[in-house]
């Protein structure tokens, strides 16, 4: 039993089976030495714990109530619960990870953070820690998302972060992850570097992960006190990188009663060329660091992605979720851009919460499955849609005349 | 032999090795690039195989790897043009790049081609080197490809010496923490570096890389290490109009300036 439990862990060298590693050019081996064998002595630092515990209760707001979904389970036959993690200070899951790592980084006597965001939300989160623990900052974006995803560009320079536009290759999220590493590189001694999802040379995934499973350690607490069991039946969080889903599933992963599900971006559909769904079209490959299902030419190169959802596009994944599919713990459904507009628009209506667009995937599972009454489903509901009014803006007439 | 090996017996002093993106400017341009560095003093050749996001590299490499994908260039490419250039020049000649496209090849068949195209050395810097000896290290050693490893001044004196027992040919030390061509003449902390290292007796010959552009700073390498390693000022220079490309110029200025 013990080896099995193991079985979705990472082992000692960062791998989840067959993915993960840490594949990095020796610049960086110094300072991700430092981390492979010091963050878990860190992370269990009692002093660590209560700091952490108590800025996410204080600051953050945790915990995230877990609100069952009257309407939307009458509508899909079997208990819907939302875990509101768009209701955490600045409207996403992502302060979870970001609050962790910068508590890490002081403890690591690092003065400066940096970091790379795609929709914005992780550099607001990352911006926000350094302001309260009062840290230079520098954010690296692609120069078409911070065109894209202006009020985060401008939330991150009210906080008094640096925004660097990313203006190699396809000028988004993969980019801006490629010039954050080459800071890094460049700042060996004096930088933190805050990845903001499970990806990236290990421990980043792991360490990423044990940040973000919060949130199900909350669900269980939670489902325990509502329902009088604290397993649901279902898990459903969106996956990009695969942060808040990683966050998600984590106390559930060796418990085979919960049936966990991600949902990946499909963009125009799997069969388009204009997809984010790594799972289904990737093949086993490198990416920042990391061994991992990952979009590519015949000929090893990077493809880019495409989804609506800005923090979806991204052309590898994290590798535990690799594994899960490998090894079918998980079920990966991709969702169409068109079916996540369906999902954040009926969310809006029928239970007055507007979803940012990465959760409005999690959310398109409903409608996809057959459901029992008694079914227990928790959907994460990741982050808040302000961020994506633009987006909803243009496809609202479609939406009033039905 | 391996050229790398017998060329360092013959010369183990003042190497020059030149790094350049192939299919930068153009795939036809790999082949005269070559010949004329080997007629102007180059001792090794290390091209370069574009990879959409090359972590390691500065902005000059990386747009001219940007522009070489653009131009087509592929790993089949290079094996192609490189197995006809092998016929007109015996220097060493060494690929570098990132590991993604080498599995997406296959790495044993990529180390096979490798050795019938007559490339003696393989620089993968997003390699572990846990996983190199665990799964390639015989692979690269019945291949005759000579596995070359790099240092930084953050790599611990121990780990330089089991890296040193894994590479063959030469150990690529980059001057500094940085990617390619970021930085601007040598201080004092590289050349204590540069001592610590001469210090370690390294069985391997040294080459050093990144920050290296013009005369001074290449004698400054000469003094410390069995040679130098220059990409990205070469690269600068490149001239995609002019019938050399810009080479001879550039070589003269490096090698003879005084």
């Given at each position: 039993?013990?080896?099995?439990?193991?079985?979705?862990?990472?082992?000692?060298?960062?791998?989840?089976?067959?993915?993960?590693?840490?594949?990095?050019?020796?610049?960086?081996?110094?300072?991700?030495?430092?981390?492979?064998?010091?963050?878990?002595?860190?992370?269990?630092?009692?002093?660590?714990?209560?700091?952490?515990?108590?800025?996410?209760?204080?600051?953050?707001?945790?915990?995230?109530?877990?609100?069952?979904?009257?309407?939307?389970?009458?509508?899909?036959?079997?208990?819907?619960?939302?875990?509101?993690?768009?209701?955490?200070?600045?409207?996403?899951?992502?302060?979870?990870?970001?609050?962790?790592?910068?508590?890490?980084?002081?403890?690591?006597?690092?003065?400066?953070?940096?970091?790379?965001?795609?929709?914005?939300?992780?550099?607001?989160?990352?911006?926000?820690?350094?302001?309260?623990?009062?840290?230079?900052?520098?954010?690296?974006?692609?120069?078409?998302?911070?065109?894209?995803?202006?009020?985060?560009?401008?939330?991150?320079?009210?906080?008094?972060?640096?925004?660097?536009?990313?203006?190699?290759?396809?000028?988004?999220?993969?980019?801006?992850?490629?010039?954050?590493?080459?800071?890094?590189?460049?700042?060996?001694?004096?930088?933190?570097?805050?990845?903001?999802?499970?990806?990236?040379?290990?421990?980043?995934?792991?360490?990423?992960?044990?940040?973000?499973?919060?949130?199900?350690?909350?669900?269980?607490?939670?489902?325990?006190?509502?329902?009088?069991?604290?397993?649901?039946?279902?898990?459903?969080?969106?996956?990009?990188?695969?942060?808040?889903?990683?966050g998600a599933f984590y106390h559930f992963l060796?418990n085979e009663k919960v049936q966990l599900i991600?949902?990946?971006?499909?963009?125009?559909?799997?069969?388009?060329?204009?997809?984010?769904?790594?799972?289904?079209?990737?093949?086993?490959?490198?990416?920042?660091?990391?061994?991992?299902?990952?979009?590519?030419?015949?000929?090893?190169?990077?493809?880019?992605?495409?989804?609506?959802?800005?923090?979806?596009?991204?052309?590898?994944?994290?590798?535990?979720?690799?594994?899960?599919?490998?090894?079918?713990?998980?079920?990966?459904?991709?969702?169409?851009?068109?079916?996540?507009?369906?999902?954040?628009?009926?969310?809006?209506?029928?239970?007055?919460?507007?979803?940012?667009?990465?959760?409005?995937?999690?959310?398109?599972?409903?409608?996809?499955?057959?459901?029992?009454?008694?079914?227990?489903?928790?959907?994460?509901?990741?982050?808040?849609?302000?961020?994506?009014?633009?987006?909803?803006?243009?496809?609202?007439?479609?939406?009033?005349?039905? | 032999?391996?050229?790398?090996?017998?060329?360092?017996?013959?010369?183990?002093?003042?190497?020059?090795?030149?790094?350049?993106?192939?299919?930068?400017?153009?795939?036809?341009?790999?082949?005269?690039?070559?010949?004329?560095?080997?007629?102007?003093?180059?001792?090794?050749?290390?091209?370069?195989?574009?990879?959409?996001?090359?972590?390691?590299?500065?902005?000059?490499?990386?747009?001219?790897?940007?522009?070489?994908?653009?131009?087509?260039?592929?790993?089949?490419?290079?094996?192609?043009?490189?197995?006809?250039?092998?016929?007109?020049?015996?220097?060493?000649?060494?690929?570098?790049?990132?590991?993604?496209?080498?599995?997406?090849?296959?790495?044993?068949?990529?180390?096979?081609?490798?050795?019938?195209?007559?490339?003696?050395?393989?620089?993968?810097?997003?390699?572990?080197?846990?996983?190199?000896?665990?799964?390639?290290?015989?692979?690269?050693?019945?291949?005759?490809?000579?596995?070359?490893?790099?240092?930084?001044?953050?790599?611990?004196?121990?780990?330089?010496?089991?890296?040193?027992?894994?590479?063959?040919?030469?150990?690529?030390?980059?001057?500094?923490?940085?990617?390619?061509?970021?930085?601007?003449?040598?201080?004092?902390?590289?050349?204590?570096?540069?001592?610590?290292?001469?210090?370690?007796?390294?069985?391997?010959?040294?080459?050093?890389?990144?920050?290296?552009?013009?005369?001074?700073?290449?004698?400054?390498?000469?003094?410390?290490?069995?040679?130098?390693?220059?990409?990205?000022?070469?690269?600068?220079?490149?001239?995609?109009?002019?019938?050399?490309?810009?080479?001879?110029?550039?070589?003269?200025?490096?090698?003879?300036?005084?």
């Open positions: 039993m013990i080896s099995e439990n193991k079985l979705f862990e990472v082992s000692e060298d960062g791998f989840y089976g067959e993915f993960g590693g840490a594949f990095i050019p020796e610049m960086l081996y110094a300072n991700v030495k430092q981390l492979q064998t010091q963050y878990l002595d860190i992370l269990s630092l009692t002093s660590f714990k209560n700091a952490y515990d108590n800025l996410l209760r204080d600051y953050v707001g945790r915990p995230t109530p877990l609100y069952e979904a009257l309407n939307l389970s009458k509508k899909y036959g079997a208990r819907v619960f939302l875990k509101r993690e768009d209701l955490n200070h600045t409207g996403a899951h992502k302060i979870n990870n970001t609050v962790g790592q910068v508590l890490l980084a002081k403890h690591l006597g690092k003065k400066r953070i940096i970091a790379e965001t795609g929709a914005g939300q992780h550099g607001v989160a990352t911006a926000t820690v350094c302001a309260l623990m009062q840290l230079e900052c520098v954010v690296y974006m692609g120069a078409v998302d911070i065109i894209r995803q202006a009020p985060n560009v401008a939330r991150m320079k009210m906080l008094g972060a640096k925004v660097v536009p990313a203006v190699s290759g396809s000028r988004t999220l993969k980019d801006a992850t490629n010039e954050a590493i080459r800071d890094w590189i460049n700042h060996p001694e004096d930088t933190h570097y805050i990845i903001g999802s499970v990806v990236g040379p290990h421990p980043y995934p792991d360490l990423v992960a044990r940040l973000q499973a919060v949130i199900s350690e909350e669900i269980m607490q939670q489902l325990k006190t509502q329902t009088g069991s604290a397993d649901p039946d279902y898990v459903i969080a969106c996956v990009g990188g695969g942060s808040n889903a990683a060796h991600g949902a990946e971006a499909a963009g125009e559909g799997i069969e388009s060329g204009k997809t984010a769904a790594s799972l289904v079209v990737g093949k086993r490959g490198v990416i920042h660091g990391c061994m991992t299902s990952l979009m590519q030419t015949a000929d090893g190169q990077i493809v880019e992605p495409h989804s609506i959802s800005a923090g979806l596009d991204y052309p590898g994944i994290g590798p535990l979720h690799a594994h899960l599919f490998q090894t079918g713990r998980a079920l990966y459904n991709s969702i169409t851009d068109q079916e996540a507009l369906d999902a954040a628009f009926e969310l809006a209506k029928m239970e007055g919460i507007i979803p940012a667009l990465e959760s409005a995937h999690a959310l398109a599972v409903l409608p996809k499955r057959h459901w029992k009454k008694e079914d227990v489903i928790v959907v994460n509901l990741s982050g808040r849609g302000d961020k994506d009014l633009d987006t909803y803006m243009k496809n609202l007439p479609s939406y009033e005349q039905a | 032999m391996n050229r790398l090996e017998a060329h360092f017996t013959n010369k183990p002093k003042r190497n020059l090795a030149i790094y350049f993106s192939a299919g930068y400017p153009s795939i036809e341009s790999i082949e005269p690039i070559i010949l004329t560095l080997e007629q102007n003093g180059a001792d090794i050749i290390e091209i370069g195989m574009a990879f959409s996001d090359p972590l390691a590299d500065g902005p000059v490499i990386q747009n001219s790897g940007t522009l070489a994908l653009a131009n087509g260039i592929t790993t089949v490419k290079i094996f192609n043009e490189l197995s006809t250039i092998r016929q007109k020049t015996d220097l060493p000649l060494v690929l570098m790049g990132y590991l993604n496209p080498v599995l997406q090849f296959g790495f044993e068949e990529f180390l096979k081609q490798a050795s019938l195209t007559g490339i003696d050395g393989l620089i993968l810097p997003d390699l572990p080197l846990e996983i190199f000896e665990r799964d390639y290290k015989t692979l690269y050693e019945f291949y005759n490809i000579f596995p070359i490893f790099l240092i930084t001044p953050q790599t611990p004196d121990d780990r330089i010496h089991h890296i040193d027992k894994l590479s063959k040919g030469f150990i690529y030390a980059v001057s500094s923490s940085s990617t390619t061509g970021s930085s601007e003449g040598f201080s004092l902390s590289h050349i204590r570096y540069f001592e610590r290292l001469q210090s370690l007796n390294l069985s391997n010959p040294l080459m050093i890389g990144f920050g290296i552009s013009n005369q001074k700073t290449l004698e400054t390498v000469f003094d410390n290490a069995s040679g130098a390693i220059i990409g990205s000022a070469f690269i600068k220079n490149l001239q995609p109009s002019a019938k050399d490309y810009g080479i001879t110029q550039f070589m003269n200025q490096l090698l003879n300036e005084q």
